[in-house]
């Protein structure tokens, strides 16, 4: 019966999100706008590394096979911001250095359209993460992207969690071309001064100590409006557009431990989630974006 309540809710949702997208810009043959496209708090590593008997293969995996899917038709690019350590539900942490080798041509077959990047060390926020521990994290990151995937696939162009680091954690990194900011006006993000931060928010990006920061404009979770925010802002150049990937797929570890209820309502709500974002990037590819690593 939640089966049938799932499927009228999705169906229902998905002809409101399609009427409100009509009327695309079918006009743009060629355009020097792009757009990039991210993910944050990605954790779909820790169900490849703890299930990784389930899957022959990186795209049998639901929510890879999801990503692929809006890639083929849509020619979507997109960025995963991850976590040095991933939760698995049991109160232990699994490393994403952790992830086996059986992907890497997965991986390498996919990397003219998929990048990985670094969010944090974990999903916990830690303001008083000391220098070194920053550092060594971020490195980790990288090394194992190398590791399991590529270093080509390892993104340039990052969202730190809550947009945080300062001076002493920024100095310490390299390879880092662009940062993208808060979308949020009022809210400070890196080491930019209020000043800078409002040049950002009104002017879109700005240049320091030889890395671009750029302004993240519009975020798609739970957006049933986020086809008319794009039309108000389609005369920007570069776009900066993401969503979270808890809101597209659930992780199996702490999915399994939900009532009934609970997980009706995950499920509804991924589904909802996902059909805005599949409108989101159709929207993108028809309005003439092109999508951009901005490497």
Sequence with gaps: MHKNLISLVVLFLTIAVCSCSRGYRNDVEESDRV??????????????????????????????????????????????????????????????????????????????????????????????VSVSDFRDSYNNVNGAIAQFADSSMIASTLRFHYFFAPDSLLNALTGIKTLLCADDCNRLSYNLTTSEAMTVAERGWISKNEISYRRTDLRVDDNFRVIGDLKRIENVDTLVVFTHEWKLWHSPENYNHRSLAGKIKVRTWESINKGLFKETVKWLKEAGYKFSFLE
Excluded at 91 to 120: C, Q, V
């Design 35 to 128: 757009v990039h496209l991210s993910l944050d708090d990605v954790e779909v590593f820790a169900d490849l590394i703890g299930n990784q008997q389930d899957y022959d293969s990186l795209f049998q995996h639901p929510f890879m096979a999801f990503l692929q899917e809006l890639h083929r038709d849509y020619g979507m690019r997109i960025t995963l911001y991850t976590y040095e350590h991933l939760r698995n539900g049991d109160g232990r942490d699994t490393l994403l250095e952790d992830m086996p080798l059986k992907y890497k041509n997965d991986f390498r077959k996919a990397s003219d359209w998929l990048r990985i990047g670094y969010h944090s060390s974990r999903a916990k926020f830690d303001s008083l």
